[in-house]
């Protein structure tokens, strides 16, 4: 962002319009949990409200089937932080940020005392601001709340003055559909590392013999000898172990 002009240096043809500085607490609404009212652990359900903490968020995504619930009664008692399609939820105790998007709710659901709840006006589009969390801005204010702390926090202050510049709504439109094209882009990839890993874990435990066995259960074809066991130390010599000539060795070497 040039300093002088408020502009991007990478930007969407038909778009020249300076950038504005806005402050999050003239442009949205900002809710933390008030404490938990004496709130017992028989009072975690299997079913009702949903309670999300920032160990059910992967990736700005809500891992649903992971979140906790809790009775309607206590849902009733924190009306200011009943979530909403559009709302922006991100930890604000320990670990900071790590920030996800309320989209298609289904079920009743609100935030516990570890997270921060904000919900921007029409003149920022909630996918943006995601993004403005997800930028070096918001990383420079989390390294300041973490800095020298035991326990980094993050306060409705901090958010209330929280500053970002920010384009018209329809160039803040385009940003998200490109960073979402990325986003998907990454989730793509991520699956098919975790797919990659699975797949040679899979192959580690079947191309080696298991425990009291001599042949592994898939070989390459035309090896069809048993494996053999050895000891380490009969066919290494580690770094800085002496030989039998009491020679050491610098580096790691397999015999033959």
């Keep these: 962002m040039g300093e002088e002009k408020k502009v991007p ?19 949205a609404i900002i809710k933390g949990r008030l404490g938990w ?39 009733d008692e924190s009306p200011e932080i009943m979530l909403q399609d559009g709302d ?4 604000k ?22 997270m921060m709840m904000v919900r921007t006006n029409d003149s920022i589009e909630s996918s943006f601001f995601y993004q403005v969390l997800k930028s070096p801005i918001f990383d420079r204010l989390i ?3 973490t800095s020298g702390s035991s326990i980094p926090h993050l306060f409705q202050s901090d958010m209330n003055n929280f500053e970002f510049y920010a384009p018209s709504i329809l160039e803040q ?31 580690l435990q079947k191309m ?6 001599l042949f592994p259960e898939i070989r390459f074809p ?15 010599y580690l770094a800085g172990e002496k030989n039998k000539n009491n020679d050491y060795y610098e580096s790691y070497s397999i015999t033959n």
């Design 9 to 27: 240096k990478l930007r969407f043809p038909g778009f020249t319009d300076a950038w504005e500085q806005r402050k999050l607490g003239e442009i």
């Design 37 to 75: 009212k004496s709130l017992k652990q028989e009072e975690y359900l299997e079913e009702g409200p949903c309670l999300i903490a920032g160990k059910h968020i992967y990736d700005g995504r809500i891992l649903w089937d992971k979140v906790d619930h809790i009775p309607m009664w206590r849902y």
């Design 88 to 91: 922006v939820i991100f930890s």
């Design 93 to 114: 105790d320990g670990t900071l940020g790590n920030p996800a998007i309320i989209e298609n709710l289904q079920n009743y659901a609100t935030i516990n005392s570890t």
């Design 143 to 145: 390294a300041l709340k």
């Design 173 to 203: 439109s385009s940003i998200v559909s490109v960073c979402k094209l990325v986003d998907n882009l990454i989730t793509l990839h991520q699956r098919k590392l975790e797919n990659a890993k699975k797949l040679k874990k899979s192959l």
């Design 208 to 213: 080696f013999p298991k425990e009291g066995e």
């Design 222 to 236: 035309d090896f069809h000898d048993a494996w053999e066991q050895r000891k380490l130390g009969d066919v290494t």
